[in-house]
């Protein structure tokens, strides 16, 4: 992760947080998600859209879903807007197997589905496909660092969308492992770890002062961050996710001099919709 911020960054980028959302399942549950209808409003995935893609694709899917389930989302215009996919060691467990086929079957045991479905830019990709985001499109991070870079690249691009795209958001969806995929060496899965998205929707806004009733993400100095609150930027995605839940200002810190604020998220103006796969099954 590029630590070349300085004290003397413009610390004005802001977005407000028009909804957030969550999903999660146990490795085991993927699949069968997977083949589910996808949709809510005018909005849906094609039919088996999902049928080659990597678990954090999916999960990362199903919380726009989520997310879209926001009232504010249900018949907006969302041709123009842009989708940030920060993910952490996506596409290993896929990769893996597909060694492991390669070794025992030679090159016919290679499917062709997986450059593009376990590739750092494949959730963000097959957002922007399957619901027809056509705006700008990132995949970012691919290591711990993710969501931090995530929400860095949103409020970077935020002031140009701002300006030359007034309308847009930004779907920013996070997506990881709690525990990392374990294969034996004939590629089955000898645990059951949980796979955990994000989605937020952004509404970037110019440079103003901050309307404090509004949950709003921004960049800030380190010194003048109030939040107790505060995560490292290689922090696990469940532990993000942990701090919204409750209701927490949280700040996720850069550099020694940056960090990334993000206002609580319990306020009445927000629908925050979660997802829980997992309630009656132990994490592995």
């Not at 879209?68 to 996506?90: E, F, Y």
């Not at 952004?202 to 509004?214: C, F, G, I, S, Y």
């Not at 409750?246 to 001099?257: A, E, L, Q, Y």
């Not at 103006?269 to 009656?280: C, M």
């Amino acid at each position: 992760m590029n630590h070349s911020l300085s004290s003397s960054a413009d610390l004005s980028a802001l977005c407000l947080v028009e909804s957030y959302a969550t999903a999660s399942a146990h490795s085991s549950e993927i699949d069968a998600l997977a083949r589910e209808k996808h949709s809510h409003g005018c909005h849906s995935l094609p039919p088996r859209f999902l049928r080659h893609a990597d678990e954090q694709t999916v999960i990362g899917m199903y919380s726009i879903i989520q997310a879209m389930a926001d009232g504010t989302q249900d018949s907006r215009d969302i041709r123009n807007d842009a989708v940030i996919a920060a993910t952490c060691l996506g596409g290993q467990q896929s990769a893996a197997r597909t060694m492991i086929g390669l070794r025992d079957k030679g090159p016919v045991a290679v499917t062709p589905h997986i450059v593009p479905q376990c590739s750092l830019h494949s959730v963000a990709s097959a957002a922007s496909v399957g619901f027809g985001m056509h705006g700008p499109n990132f995949g970012v991070g691919g290591g711990p660092h993710a969501p931090a870079e995530g929400f860095l690249l949103a409020l970077t691009l935020a002031p140009m969308l701002a300006k030359t795209s007034p309308s847009s958001r930004i779907w920013l969806v996070c997506t990881g492992w709690d525990q990392q995929p374990c294969l034996d060496p004939e590629g089955i899965l000898t645990n059951d770890p949980i796979c955990r998205g994000m989605t937020f929707v952004l509404k970037p806004e110019m440079a103003r002062p901050v309307d404090n009733t509004h949950p709003h993400i921004q960049v800030s100095s380190v010194k003048n961050t109030p939040s107790p609150h505060t995560l490292p930027a290689h922090g696990r995605l469940k532990e993000l996710c942990e701090q919204f839940e409750k209701g927490n200002c949280t700040t996720i810190t850069m550099t020694d001099t940056c960090a990334i604020e993000i206002s609580a998220l319990s306020s009445n103006r927000l629908s925050s919709r979660t997802n829980e796969l997992i309630l009656q099954k132990e994490a592995a």
